[in-house]
């Protein structure tokens, strides 16, 4: 009897924490699972180091704190925040969209928009304000601003509609005041392959100033989600290209960010940034 009674509180405790990992997106430490995912409490973690579902990851340094997106698709609050100071133990802090207010069919009486809604964004930090931007598939790009990255965010802002395309990412050239966005435009007319586009952007990171620069097409080709640095006076912009399985990075890379671009294949893909 004691044995029982002790198995039901230990599946109310799961129960609990099911709850709070589905229903809100915050992470629950389960005294059952330690030691088999994340940090291991001598200096070494595992993988996964979220045992949940955090799609879509991107990562912003911030001093010596760093702060994480992760897609939601159609569920509301959306694009959750997390924060840490190891990049192995994160902690929820907070979302940019309270709901997804521009489209009805993510209200919560229909929730039949799970493949679309919000995708992977991109989280970045610039002269004293937050800015997140994500495309919405079936609507099209949309950016939030904040001081303080647990909010208040501004209400989602449209700067282009269009459909079937992904994946922004921007960047501030401070030496030449002007601003970028690239990403996966998708493909175009008759064409059977993905455009890479970069695009100019207004300093307040709320306009797209020009129709795009298609810096490389490809089958699959996949968005870059960065533009690097300059590295010895060149941008790079690391771009995934190939059918899946055999995917290959493909980082185009410029002297002038609004020069011809031209591209470096690598025969596989790396993850060491310094390369």
């Not at 907070?94 to 039949?112: E, T």
Request: glycine fraction near 10%.
């Amino acid at each position: 009897m004691v044995e029982r009674r002790n198995l039901n509180v230990q599946l109310r405790q799961l129960g609990l924490a099911l709850f709070l990992v589905i229903g809100f997106g915050y992470v629950v430490a389960v005294d059952a699972r330690t030691g088999s995912w994340g940090d291991q409490g001598d200096g070494t973690y595992k993988n996964p180091i979220l045992n949940a579902d955090y799609p879509d990851v991107d990562v912003e340094q911030f001093g010596d704190t760093y702060y994480m997106i992760s897609s939601k698709q159609h569920m509301s609050p959306g694009m959750v925040i997390l924060e840490s100071k190891d990049m192995v133990n994160w902690t929820t802090i907070g979302h940019v969209w309270d709901k997804l207010s521009w489209d009805p069919k993510y209200n919560w009486d229909r929730m039949d928009g799970y493949r679309y809604g919000v995708w992977a964004g991109d989280l970045a930090y610039h002269d004293g304000r937050w800015y997140c931007y994500q495309i919405d598939t079936t609507n099209g790009l949309y950016m939030s601003s904040a001081s303080d990255i647990r909010g208040p965010w501004t209400q989602p802002h449209l700067m282009l509609k269009k459909t079937r395309w992904t994946d922004p990412a921007v960047s501030w050239d401070d030496a030449a005041k002007q601003a970028y966005l690239v990403c996966n435009f998708g493909r175009t007319g008759n064409k059977k392959v993905n455009e890479i586009r970069l695009f100019r952007m207004s300093w307040d990171g709320r306009k797209l100033l020009d129709n795009g620069t298609v810096i490389h097409t490809g089958l699959g080709a996949e968005p870059p989600k960065s533009i690097a640095s300059m590295v010895d006076g060149t941008s790079f912009s690391p771009s995934g290209s190939g059918p899946i399985p055999g995917g290959r990075t493909i980082p185009p890379r410029i002297g002038v960010i609004e020069s011809k671009w031209c591209c470096v294949q690598k025969p596989t893909a790396s993850t060491d940034r310094t390369t």
